[in-house]
């Protein structure tokens, strides 16, 4: 009986230690950051800078005493993922749309230039871009 329960375990593999191999990596990095830009000024120039004024003119946005304000607050970038991979497909894995995004931190106003950056990237290359970002703005 002791000769039939070795061959049983050795047989065993769900102790077994396997290196984990994954088919593919995703990074998502998040930060809050202080940027020295004039988020305003990024629209400047482009027809939607306008869209504000527009809309507050054709709607009537506020209830009755009460006025309201429009102002940007986001940049969003959208990656597609054209194409197949064959690997992916082995294993039924589809590609998700992703979002690179910058929007100022919400109920603290855009003048105190605080943002929320996000991006399907590692940490460095996300603050690789908004260093980028704040050189060019």
Do not use: C, W
Not at 8 to 23: C, D, K, L
Not at 73 to 89: H, M, P, V
Not at 95 to 105: G, L, N, P, Q
Request: overall charge negative; glycine content about 4%.
């Amino acid at each position: 009986m002791k000769d039939l329960l070795s061959l049983i375990a050795s047989f065993e593999t769900r102790h077994e230690v396997r290196p984990i191999m994954p088919v593919i990596e995703i990074d998502e990095s998040q930060s809050t950051v202080e940027l020295a830009i004039d988020f305003h000024r990024l629209l400047s120039g482009s027809i939607s800078a306008n869209i504000p004024e527009v809309f507050g003119s054709l709607t009537n946005v506020a209830p009755p005493s009460m006025r309201a304000t429009i102002t940007p607050s986001a940049l969003r970038f959208k990656i597609r993922y054209l194409g197949e991979n064959e690997d992916l497909k082995k294993h039924s894995i589809s590609m998700a749309d992703k979002y690179v995004s910058i929007e100022a931190r919400e109920g603290i106003g855009i003048d105190a230039r605080i943002f929320f950056a996000s991006a399907p990237v590692k940490s460095d290359s996300l603050l690789e871009l908004l260093r980028y970002f704040e050189n060019g703005a």
